[in-house]
């Protein structure tokens, strides 16, 4: 049976008096755009001057939330549908979950039955109900916001 030779980043195999060596080499970097704060961008050409020419300087990202965007400019009704659509869908998975709860089979006398019934009916429809209360008070918020109201006192 012959022996192969097994080749791995980090060895080294000599075959027929040559060395072969395999080095892993990563992968050429590329710079990023850099974010200044307001404070420093005037700061930015009067700096450049200082600076004596020569090879470019690699810049790499600030942490994330040094980074955050700005609010988006979105339309009322925009807003007013995607929470609509997010709670009714929320009042569908609950009606849905209720239904497959129901279709289960319990094992156990039938007054045990009806027991368990009421239970799984009565956990789901405060769930329900809790859904319908926290889309009202998101559009409730919604409506306040666009009044330029944000925080109650």
Sequence with gaps: MPQYP?????????ENELEVTQKLVP???RPFHVVKAPARAKEGPARAKEVPQGPPE????LQPFRQTPGPIMASQTYLRTLVLERWDAEIRRCDDACKAQLTERVPGPLTY???IRELIIGRWCAEKQRCQ?????QL???LLAAHGITSLV
Excluded: D, I, M, N
């Design 58 to 61: 690699h810049h790499f990202p």
């Design 6 to 14: 097994v080749f791995s980043p980090f060895s080294e195999v000599k």
């Design 133 to 137: 209360e926290a889309r009202k008070v």
């Design 113 to 115: 039955q009806t027991l």
């Design 27 to 29: 992968p050429p970097s």
């Design 140 to 142: 409730l918020e919604l």
